[in-house]
């Protein structure tokens, strides 16, 4: 079993920046490719991004390219996602979830999830 944790959601202007955490324990952190999926009232969730067990490799939603960088720290057990220049349309609640395997970019592949952070980008 692995526990994931979000946190650093919150209110923010557009343009603005926030960067979400996601802590996870249980099971090895490092054994697990972590993503990044959000959900917007009356929309079905989406992917954002994702990331392979070493870091070394990552997939972006095309909405998110070039605003958005998910990265992890295997020390510390935690995934983070740096969203940049943030647009209303960017509000939603935001999941990290865990894939046992290589890294997924529909839902089907993860096993995990967090119980989400709310992001308000309000203009």
């Known amino acids: 079993q692995v526990q994931l944790v979000e946190s650093g959601g919150g209110l923010v202007q557009v343009g603005g920046s926030l960067r979400l955490s996601c802590a996870a324990s249980?099971?090895?952190?490092?054994?697990?490719?972590m993503g990044w999926f959000r959900q917007a009232p009356g929309k079905p969730r989406e992917f954002v991004a994702t990331?392979?067990?070493?870091?070394?490799?990552?997939v972006y939603a095309d909405s998110m390219k070039g605003r958005f960088t998910i990265s992890r720290d295997n020390a510390k057990n935690t995934v983070y996602l740096q969203m940049n220049s943030l647009k209303p349309e960017d509000t939603a609640a935001y999941y990290c979830?865990?894939?046992?395997?290589?890294?997924?970019?529909?839902?089907?592949?993860?096993?995990?999830w967090g119980q989400g952070t709310q992001v308000t980008v309000s203009s």
């Open positions: 979830a865990g894939a046992p395997t290589f890294i997924h970019t529909t839902e089907a592949g993860y096993v995990y």
């Open positions: 990331i392979s067990r070493s870091g070394g490799s990552t």
């Open positions: 249980g099971r090895a952190f490092n054994g697990y490719a």
